[in-house]
């Protein structure tokens, strides 16, 4: 079965540590070449990626993107707090407010004694304490207060590489598809060009008569004698000239692979590139053998054809 290397694949998962989307897609290239796109903290799945795609798919140049969609929130009922954490904190706050307070009364001292003489404002507003005491909320935020369940990364791990595993599915079934369309149009292109060769069989005899039947009359019309066992020689040079029934023959095996080809379980993108490179050749020796207007308008068709497929071919696996 065909595959083509042009595709797109796509699969989203839910896991314990948020939502994440896979992406493949792929374009001609003559081998395969992979690039792999992920968030840094699944750098080490690259390895692992690579190996699977290298086992699934033989050519194309394929992207390959995982994107975190959703970082999965923890519920309240999920979540604890660090009880040791937060005495520390609380220890470390209540030792600022002793140090802050402890330097705002030495100021106060200082002052007192150096300026006895300043008066002091009835309407002079109290000071404002050194330092304020934060809310639960605030203390809450502080990191290593709240803790959530760790997660167990090997596992987020095995869940993506399954989740891969899919996307590559949807990817290689897309490929199978636009193979499959493929398939039609070499098949069409190899019945075309057959019918053409049939045709070219049809009029060769027609075609040598008329090159003898131009050669005679020329040589009627010098009006001087004829050595007929010379004639009889250059009219065998003139037919073997002319003959392509080696060519179309060779055609016609050609034709004969390309569709045992089609039919092979494993990428032929390659196999196929080289027969169309010897259905082009064939079919320029017949052009450069064309003597009259038919075969050379016979001749033009089937290179049509030909190119029509190369330029499909550069789409096969």
């Known amino acids: 079965m065909l595959h083509s290397m042009t595709a797109y694949g796509r699969h989203r998962l839910?896991?314990?540590?948020?939502?994440?989307?896979?992406?493949l897609r792929s374009v001609n290239n003559r081998y395969l070449e992979i690039l792999v796109r992920l968030p840094e903290e699944f750098r080490s799945l690259e390895p692992s990626i690579r190996d699977v795609l290298n086992k699934r798919l033989s050519r194309g140049k394929v992207e390959v993107g995982l994107k975190r969609v959703d970082a999965r929130a923890q519920d309240s009922a999920s979540q604890s707090i660090d009880t040791e954490a937060l005495q520390q904190l609380l220890d470390a706050l209540n030792?600022?407010?002793?140090?802050?307070?402890?330097?705002?009364?030495?100021s106060a001292s200082a002052g007192a004694s150096a300026g006895a003489s300043t008066a002091v404002s009835a309407n002079e507003p109290a000071s404002a304490p050194v330092v304020s005491a934060p809310t639960s909320l605030a203390l809450l935020q502080y990191p290593g207060v709240l803790k959530s369940?760790?997660?167990?990364?090997k596992a987020v791990n095995q869940e993506l590489l399954s989740g891969l595993d899919t996307a590559i599915s949807d990817f290689v079934s897309a490929r199978a598809r636009e193979g499959k369309a493929l398939h039609a149009v070499f098949v069409n292109r190899n019945t075309d060009i057959k019918a053409c060769l049939q045709s070219l069989r049809q009029h060769r005899p027609q075609v040598v008569a008329r090159q003898k039947e131009r050669l005679q009359r020329k040589l009627s019309e010098l009006d001087v004698p004829v050595d007929s066992y010379r004639l009889e020689q250059e009219?065998?040079?003139?037919?073997?000239?002319?003959?392509?029934?080696?060519e179309l023959d060779r055609l016609d095996h050609h034709l004969t692979e390309v569709e045992a080809v089609l039919e092979?379980?494993?990428?032929?993108?390659?196999?196929?590139?080289?027969?169309?490179?010897e259905l082009?050749?064939?079919?320029?020796?017949?052009?450069?053998?064309?003597?009259?207007?038919?075969?050379?308008?016979?001749?033009?068709?089937?290179?049509?054809?030909?190119?029509?497929?190369?330029?499909?071919?550069?789409?096969v696996e």
Do not use: C, H
């Not at 009219?235 to 080696?246: F, G, P, S, T």
């Open 14 to 23: 839910s896991t314990v540590a948020g939502e994440f989307t896979w992406e």
């Open 95 to 106: 030792q600022v407010s002793r140090q802050a307070n402890q330097g705002a009364g030495a």
């Open 149 to 153: 369940p760790e997660v167990d990364v």
């Open 235 to 246: 009219l065998v040079y003139v037919a073997q000239r002319l003959d392509i029934d080696e």
């Open 264 to 277: 092979r379980k494993e990428p032929v993108g390659r196999r196929l590139d080289f027969l169309m490179q």
């Open 280 to 315: 082009n050749r064939e079919a320029n020796t017949v052009a450069s053998k064309s003597s009259d207007i038919d075969t050379t308008g016979a001749s033009v068709d089937i290179k049509v054809l030909i190119e029509q497929m190369r330029e499909q071919v550069q789409n």
